[in-house]
């Protein structure tokens, strides 16, 4: 039904900015709430960001709260995660997500679909 794709991510310097992109296919893709989440290695999987089908509601983890941004694009069926003032910590697998509830996509192992991954490092 949905199908995502991340891309934008890369190697940055700690202090500095990156914007993810998701690109999802199907025609119903305004209808989901769509979200990011993150694995560092040896770590659990963590949300990171989630935004509803309207664009209207939003919702971040403390730890990316002022520094990160979820925005939408449904006419480009494509959702962005701009990541700034980025740190070491930040550095992880980015994960596009994608659910019919907006809680789910807040919720570790609840979205309906996930995207491929797109890897982001942080040097210090």
């Known amino acids: 039904q949905v199908q995502l794709v991340e891309s934008g991510g890369g190697l940055v310097q700690a202090g500095g900015s990156l914007r993810l992109s998701c690109a999802a296919s199907?025609?119903?893709?305004?209808?989901?709430?769509m979200g990011w989440f993150r694995q560092a290695p040896g770590k659990e999987r963590e949300f990171v960001a989630a935004?509803?089908?309207?664009?209207?509601?939003?919702d971040y983890a403390d730890s990316v709260k002022g520094r990160f941004t979820i925005s939408r694009d449904n006419a480009k069926n494509t959702v962005y995660l701009q990541m700034n003032s980025l740190k070491p910590e930040d550095t992880a697998v980015y994960y596009c997500?994608?659910?019919?509830?907006?809680?789910?996509?807040?919720?570790?192992?609840?979205?309906?679909?996930w995207g491929q991954g797109t890897q982001v490092t942080v040097s210090s």
């Open positions: 199907g025609r119903t893709f305004s209808a989901y709430a």
């Open positions: 997500v994608a659910d019919p509830s907006f809680v789910d996509t807040t919720t570790p192992g609840a979205p309906d679909f």
């Open positions: 935004i509803s089908w309207s664009g209207t509601s939003t």
